[in-house]
């Protein structure tokens, strides 16, 4: 896994290579079009990796919508996006 000592979004990217910047930038795009309206509307801050999601306390959470995403994916797709992202990895 690549370190970084950004402490925003902005800086991390800014420390990519352009070619590689620009992968993450478009993924950043999809995952923000996509994300839970429920964290906008909590003002929780969805803080997740390829295979994570990150937190300090439970109340860094919307626990119903991590429990409603968690129930809506089948195990099939669980799977596939796991191998998907080691296979990225």
């Not at 950004?6 to 800086?11: L, M, P, Q």
């Not at 801050?45 to 295979?51: A, E, F, I, Q, T």
């Not at 119903?64 to 799977?79: C, K, M, N, Y």
Request: aromatic share 6%; net charge negative.
């Amino acid at each position: 896994m690549v370190s970084s000592s950004a402490t925003s979004v902005d800086e991390y990217l800014a420390e990519l290579e352009s070619d590689r910047r620009a992968d993450v930038e478009q993924i950043e795009d999809m995952i923000l079009e996509n994300l839970l309206e429920g964290y906008v509307e909590t003002g929780k801050k969805l803080d997740m990796g390829r295979s994570c999601l990150r937190f300090s306390t439970a109340d860094d959470l919307a626990i119903d919508l991590v429990a409603g995403t968690i129930r809506s994916t089948s195990l099939d797709e669980f799977i596939e996006g796991y191998e998907a992202a080691r296979a990225t990895g």
